[in-house]
């Protein structure tokens, strides 16, 4: 049974700029939920996805943006990089938040 | 929002040793998980109990949901046992909270 999957594992991106990252959830989980970590904040929850529709969402600014697709993949958009977003960013799936959750290998982010 | 503290921040052992560590939240949660980070930042499941004691080799947890804490067991600690272990909980239908965590160093 496959994990979870994120891409890409690293990424360096410019002040200013945008970036996407994907996640692939188990397959059969319809809900996927991202995560922010630093080495200030800890780890700090951004979002999640339930069939497509963003349930709840971390105190975290509309630079930050997500949607999920049918195939309950799901996408985070981070517009206007700045240095502070530099982080590992974590995707995990669920069956919903009554069960576990299984998280991905990360996507670590850095901004110069 | 829930309040999740863990305890020891840190804590540094001998190979061989067993461990306690633990984790308080503030409130009525209906999901709670310890996961260990490995040295590439990915989160591995350790256990998910919301409630009642499991085992899994040498590890084992205790959630006591009506005191509000939870106990993750470590016995016979190897090496690969360092690394960060996190509680992280969910309250309603919000994503996981998670504690700060505690710093495990196995040394040989």
């Known amino acids: 049974k496959a994990g979870v999957t994120q891409t890409p594992r690293y990424l360096i991106k410019t002040r200013g700029q945008q970036v996407t990252l994907s996640c692939s959830p188990i397959?059969?989980?319809?809900?996927v939920s991202w995560y922010q970590q630093t080495p200030g904040q800890g780890l700090q929850f951004l979002f999640e996805?339930?069939?497509?529709?963003?349930?709840n969402k971390g105190n975290f600014p509309g630079r930050f943006s997500g949607r999920q697709f049918s195939n309950s993949r799901s996408e985070m958009n981070v517009s206007t990089l700045e240095l502070g977003d530099s982080a590992l960013y974590l995707c995990?799936?669920?069956?919903?938040?009554?069960?576990?959750?299984?998280f991905g290998s990360g996507t670590r982010l850095t901004v110069v | 929002g829930i309040q999740v503290e863990q305890s020891p921040p840190d804590l540094i052992l001998q190979e061989g040793a067993n461990s306690t560590l633990r984790c308080n939240f503030s409130?009525?949660?209906?999901?709670l998980q310890w996961f260990h980070q490995n040295p590439w930042g990915q989160l591995i499941n350790l256990f998910y109990?919301?409630?009642g004691t499991k085992q899994n080799g040498r590890l084992s947890a205790t959630t006591v949901a009506t005191e509000r804490y939870s106990l993750l067991y470590i016995s016979s600690s190897q090496t690969t046992d360092s690394g960060v272990y996190f509680c992280?909980?969910?309250?309603?239908?919000?994503?996981?909270?998670f504690g700060k965590g505690t710093h495990l160093i196995i040394q040989p």
């Open positions: 397959s059969g989980h319809r809900s």
């Open positions: 992280a909980v969910v309250e309603g239908a919000d994503g996981l909270t």
């Open positions: 109990i919301p409630s």
């Open positions: 996805y339930f069939s497509e529709t963003q349930r």
């Open positions: 995990a799936s669920s069956s919903g938040t009554s069960y576990g959750y299984t």
């Open positions: 409130d009525s949660v209906n999901n």
